[in-house]
């Protein structure tokens, strides 16, 4: 006997889970369905989580600055109790350096001063208060091991960086999705794990439910595609792939944990700092660690993969993070044995993601959230929750784009501009960074 909901949402990663909390919150019957065993499995797990409020574009910059105060203000976002406690956001700021890379951040810093994001310029003096004993010698560009000048400082100093304190990392990731799991039940929400969904079935010309690998058929009007780096091969169940100008690829990541420097106390002073110079950035970990990650260098050949067989070994790609952050902070120690995560993102061709409706009737997408949003997971369930209320009460999205208030900032942004037909954004910094 099938089962009947109002609507499925494919994975239940932070994103997957947002989005059936703010459907059920608005009293739709939701469904969940993820094939791992548990919520936030899936690269949510490995996610960095790093909150930070500049972007490249104004949209992406109002959207990552709202996403901020859910994190700050969690608990009143969750509004339940969850046994295993609340996901906690260390609050602890950004520090970016400008290089010519990054236009010295004069774009970041007008779209802050617009918006009304608080940040301070350092000079080179400042850095060493932050990062003592860095070495603000330049190093772009950045370049791999192989090449002849690796390590090697060029011509220059760092002059300035831009500290951004409203920002930080969730320590939790899977409890942060376990959390909004807690809260969609809380209003009648379900989730089902260990369910691979194989078939999105359409009658009438519209979705109409899935079916899972072991044969049971669930019934819903709306499927929601929310599996990361598996929204490709989700799409292609209904061969949306090749009808849709933008698309989506898992990109393989590696991140290294590394010890701290010991001439500065990295427990009060470590933050998150972004560094195009060296291609990048870090920030505290659990057990009092450094974690970094790649700002994805040109140099770097993307190791574009199939999400389900990815290697999931470290290889010498967590060693040249490490010796790239070793450039700036010389007193970083170097491991013989890395230790880290690998996983993938879900990347799009100008690293902006897909929030919209599709050209099937019924289902929509929530995809190539490009390793960078984490920290706009309130916002981005919010935002789909009203796209698909409005489309399916008849508005037609593609020409009449629905639009969404932000609840803290009070503007209103066009939901359009995270299309699955719109032109590459050439003012997206093609990055991680977004
Ligand atoms: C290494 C890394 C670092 C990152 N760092 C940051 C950061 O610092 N800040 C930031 O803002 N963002 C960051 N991100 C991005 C952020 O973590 C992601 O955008 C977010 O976690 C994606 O959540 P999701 O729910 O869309 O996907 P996932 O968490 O990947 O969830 C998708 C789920 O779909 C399920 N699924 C797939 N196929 C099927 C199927 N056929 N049937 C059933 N279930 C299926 C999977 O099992 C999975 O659980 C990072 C990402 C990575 C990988």
Same mark, same amino acid.
């Given at each position: 006997m099938s089962k009947q909901y109002d609507a499925i949402i494919i994975g239940a990663g932070i994103i997957g889970a947002a989005i059936g909390l703010e459907l059920a919150r608005r009293g739709w019957k939701t469904l969940n369905v993820d094939k791992n065993g548990a919520a936030g499995f899936g690269s949510t797990s490995n996610s960095s989580a790093i909150i930070r409020t500049y972007y490249s574009t104004l949209d992406g910059t109002a959207m990552a600055y709202e996403g901020y105060h859910y994190w700050r203000d969690w608990a009143k976002y969750v509004g339940i109790e969850d046994e295993s406690g609340l996901a906690q956001f260390r609050e602890c700021g950004c520090l970016v350096m400008k290089t010519e890379h990054n236009g010295y951040l004069e774009k970041a810093m007008q779209l802050s001063n617009e918006l009304g994001i608080p940040h301070e310029e350092l000079n080179a003096e400042q850095i060493q208060a932050w990062l003592p004993g860095a070495d603000l010698r330049l190093y772009a560009p950045a370049k791999r091991p192989d090449q002849e000048g690796f390590a090697e400082p060029t011509e220059g100093e760092i002059q300035g960086a831009v500290r951004w304190p409203r920002g930080?990392?969730?320590? &939790?990731? =899977?409890? +942060?999705?376990?959390?909004? =799991?807690?809260?969609?039940?809380?209003?009648?929400?379900?989730?089902?794990?260990?369910? !691979?969904?194989?078939?999105?079935? =359409? +009658?009438?010309?519209?979705?109409?439910?899935?079916?899972?690998? !072991?044969? !049971?058929?669930? &019934?819903?009007?709306?499927?929601?595609?929310?599996?990361?780096?598996?929204?490709?091969?989700?799409?292609?169940?209904?061969?949306?792939? !090749?009808?849709?100008?933008?698309?989506?690829?898992?990109?393989?990541?590696?991140?290294?944990?590394?010890?701290p420097p010991q001439n500065f106390d990295y427990a009060k002073l470590g933050m998150i700092t972004s560094d195009g110079d060296i291609a990048t950035y870090s920030r505290p970990a659990s057990g009092g660690m450094m974690l970094l990650g790649s700002e994805d260098p040109d140099c770097d050949a993307k190791e574009w993969v199939d999400a389900d067989e990815m290697d999931r070994n470290l290889t010498e790609h967590a060693m040249t993070h490490i010796i790239r952050m070793a450039q700036r902070l010389p007193e970083l120690g170097i491991p013989n044995q890395v230790r880290g995560v690998v996983e993938a993102y879900d990347v799009t061709e100008d690293w902006i993601p897909i929030y919209d409706k599709t050209d099937i009737p019924g289902y929509y997408i929530a995809i190539g959230t490009s390793g960078n949003q984490f920290k706009n997971t309130a916002v981005a369930g919010k935002m789909m929750a009203t796209l698909i209320t409005a489309c399916e009460a008849g508005q037609d999205h593609d020409r009449d784009p629905v639009q969404y208030t932000m609840e803290y900032l009070g503007r209103t942004v066009s939901i359009g501009f995270y299309s699955r037909n719109r032109e590459i954004n050439q003012d997206s910094s093609f990055s991680v960074l977004g």
């Open positions: 930080g990392y969730v320590t &939790d990731p =899977q409890l +942060a999705t376990h959390n909004l =799991q807690r809260a969609a039940e809380a209003v009648g929400g379900k989730f089902r794990f260990y369910a !691979e969904v194989i078939e999105i079935r =359409q +009658a009438n010309g519209r979705v109409c439910g899935v079916t899972l690998k !072991e044969g !049971e058929q669930i &019934d819903a009007p709306v499927v929601v595609n929310v599996g990361g780096p598996h929204s490709s091969k989700i799409n292609a169940l209904v061969g949306l792939n !090749e009808r849709m100008k933008m698309s989506t690829r898992a990109l393989r990541q590696e991140i290294p944990y590394v010890t």
